[in-house]
């Protein structure tokens, strides 16, 4: 595509990263299949740590598998605070809530990530939460 034209055929990485932020309630749930479509069969999730990084739409639908099958939250919410576009790159600033189901308290914690999107879909991704507060708060 030329410089300066824009891909009118598929929704901006904005509007992409908004829907996969916003879908997180469902993952939990194990409703997969609509967040999936949303990932590049080619996805780089950079996970950092022990984990290394997970390559491709299985990994990440076996990540999400996980979450939803151990999910120890409910009332999950997600709020982005702030999003910011550059080119292929969306990053957001967001908050996230819900409430530790054995415990019945309540966490509420800021988080960022940033993908990168091609034709519709994420093919990378980088995440922060502030895993600390969420531990104080749930007094873990």
């Known amino acids: ?3 300066g034209t824009k891909d009118t055929a598929h929704p ?3 509007e992409i990263h908004r829907r996969i932020v916003e879908s997180y309630a469902q993952i939990l749930e194990g409703r997969l299949e609509d967040a999936l479509e949303l990932i590049d069969p080619g996805v780089v999730d950079h996970r950092g740590g022990t984990q290394g990084d997970h390559r491709g739409r299985e990994a990440w639908r076996q990540k999400w598998e996980r979450m939803s099958a151990g999910s120890a939250f409910h009332d999950v919410s997600v709020t982005i605070e702030q999003n910011l576009v550059s080119g ?4 957001n600033r967001y908050t996230s809530r819900g409430t530790h189901t054995g415990s019945g308290r309540r966490y509420e914690v800021l988080s960022m990530d940033m993908v990168r999107v091609r034709n519709g879909r994420i093919v990378e991704h980088w995440a ?3 895993a600390d507060a969420m531990r104080d708060q749930l007094g873990l």
């Open 1 to 3: 595509m030329p410089q």
């Open 12 to 14: 901006g990485p904005g």
């Open 88 to 91: 292929d790159t969306s990053v």
């Open 128 to 130: 922060l939460r502030d």
